[in-house]
């Protein structure tokens, strides 16, 4: 069985050599992104430059599973136990303001505590946390940084093209497949475009009945692979705010989730996807999704929900002081491929900068007791 999972090997990612420098002018514009937020916002706060909006910060349990085929119990997966746990609902936009101007793509963040073994991030080591920053989409619409400089500036002012109407968008559309103008002609984004279409008819649903990916691929251990966290099944036919119209009311997705949250627990199950075919499934393409043919997602931990209460302001206060990572993870699950790694400083420095304009402390927590309180 485990011949058909292709192992990990460093070189199944590609070398930029302008990596480093991309990097550092996508870091220039988040940050003054960031510092223009707190004015442009219209919080009053520094907005995070992804996934501004959050809809609820929830206490959950992981438990480990026991009996995991030994291709699966790999890095952290490979000790059976529970963890606690918090997770940041969110919508992806870069902005604030009502559901309806912000689109359909959502994210699920999940923070592990007690995860031995240090992160791979250089200023925070021995935090004991572990980070997943999934998206409610298989694929991706960006594959290097070099792309990303144009496609940035593109969300990031995507208001003022959208309010012109017709033309604004077709301005918006041109302008993302020639990377406004930078693109030779058989070089144009067109997968990337592709995919940023295909995943903004994706239709408004219930935050606890959609899937999260984590969109480019990372290390299982010896292997390759992408996580998922989907829906339980069972859990998933007891939710009854199932149909989600943006248009009804500025606020929607957040009184949906509290609701439900009021009235039962929920779970989710963590799934691994192991890469076999590195044509079919590529590290370096995030355009492309995984076929399920070619290896299925298989359930590695269960995220369990309690019924609990966010309906508080404190929680999205709360919530808002954390910061989430697809780089605060051990090395066995090291995130992979450009657009991936280069979240890692990009992300970082963007919490920083937001921490600081909003004068909050930038410490990970311990516990989810230690960020909520004592479970009841």
């Known amino acids: 069985m485990a011949a058909q999972f292709l192992p990990y090997t460093p070189d199944v990612e590609a070398q930029d050599p302008d990596f480093?420098?991309?990097?550092?002018?996508?870091?220039?514009?988040?940050?003054?992104?960031?510092?223009?937020?707190?004015?442009?916002?219209?919080?009053g706060q520094a907005l995070r430059d992804a996934h501004a909006k959050g809809y609820g910060l929830v206490r959950g349990e992981v438990e480990i599973l026991d009996g995991l085929p030994p291709e699966y119990a790999q890095g952290i997966y490979s000790t059976p136990g529970t963890h606690d746990a918090l997770v940041r609902f969110s919508n992806g936009s870069p902005h604030a303001g009502a559901d309806a101007r912000?689109?359909?793509?959502?994210?699920?963040?999940?923070?592990?505590?007690?995860?031995?073994?240090?992160?791979?991030?250089?200023?925070?080591?021995?935090?004991?946390?572990?980070?997943?920053?999934?998206?409610?989409?298989?694929?991706?619409?960006?594959?290097?940084?070099?792309?990303?400089?144009?496609?940035?500036?593109?969300?990031?002012?995507?208001?003022?093209?959208?309010?012109?109407?017709?033309?604004?968008?077709?301005?918006?559309?041109?302008e993302f497949v020639t990377g406004k103008g930078t693109l030779d002609q058989e070089d144009w984004a067109w997968d990337e475009f592709l995919a940023f279409l295909r995943l903004s008819k994706t239709p408004p649903a219930n935050l606890l009945l959609s899937s999260y990916w984590t969109m480019g691929a990372v290390r299982h251990g010896d292997y390759i692979a992408k996580v998922r966290i989907t829906p339980d099944p069972d859990c998933a036919t007891t939710v009854l705010r199932r149909a989600?119209?943006?248009?009804?009311?500025?606020?929607?997705?957040?009184?949906?989730?509290?609701?439900?949250?009021?009235?039962?627990?929920?779970?989710?199950?963590?799934?691994?996807?192991?890469?076999?075919?590195?044509?079919?499934?590529?590290?370096?393409?995030?355009?492309?999704?995984?076929?399920?043919?070619?290896?299925p997602s298989v359930t590695v931990a269960?995220?369990?929900?309690?019924?609990?209460?966010?309906?508080?302001?404190?929680?999205?206060?709360?919530?808002?002081?954390?910061?989430?990572?697809?780089?605060?993870?051990?090395?066995?699950?090291?995130?992979?491929?450009?657009?991936?790694?280069?979240?890692?400083?990009?992300?970082?420095?963007?919490?920083?900068?937001?921490?600081?304009?909003?004068?909050?402390?930038?410490?990970?927590p311990r516990s989810a007791g230690e960020v909520l309180g004592p479970a009841r």
């Not at 480093?20 to 919080?43: F, L």
């Open 20 to 43: 480093d420098r991309h990097v550092q002018t996508v870091i220039e514009k988040t940050e003054t992104y960031i510092a223009e937020s707190v004015q442009a916002g219209g919080t």
């Open 102 to 174: 912000l689109g359909a793509a959502t994210g699920l963040a999940l923070k592990m505590f007690d995860i031995p073994g240090p992160t791979l991030l250089e200023d925070e080591p021995d935090t004991g946390t572990f980070d997943y920053a999934n998206i409610n989409g298989p694929i991706f619409f960006c594959n290097t940084i070099e792309h990303y400089l144009f496609i940035q500036e593109l969300f990031l002012d995507a208001p003022a093209y959208f309010s012109q109407g017709r033309p604004g968008a077709h301005r918006f559309f041109t």
């Open 244 to 295: 989600i119209d943006p248009t009804s009311a500025d606020e929607v997705f957040r009184p949906a989730l509290q609701a439900e949250l009021q009235e039962r627990p929920y779970a989710f199950d963590i799934q691994v996807q192991l890469c076999t075919d590195l044509e079919r499934m590529p590290v370096e393409d995030t355009t492309v999704e995984w076929p399920e043919k070619l290896s």
């Open 302 to 364: 269960k995220l369990r929900l309690p019924q609990q209460d966010i309906s508080g302001p404190e929680n999205l206060a709360t919530m808002d002081s954390l910061s989430f990572t697809p780089w605060r993870v051990t090395a066995e699950h090291a995130p992979l491929g450009n657009i991936m790694r280069a979240r890692k400083e990009v992300y970082r420095q963007s919490s920083i900068a937001r921490h600081k304009l909003n004068q909050q402390p930038r410490t990970e």
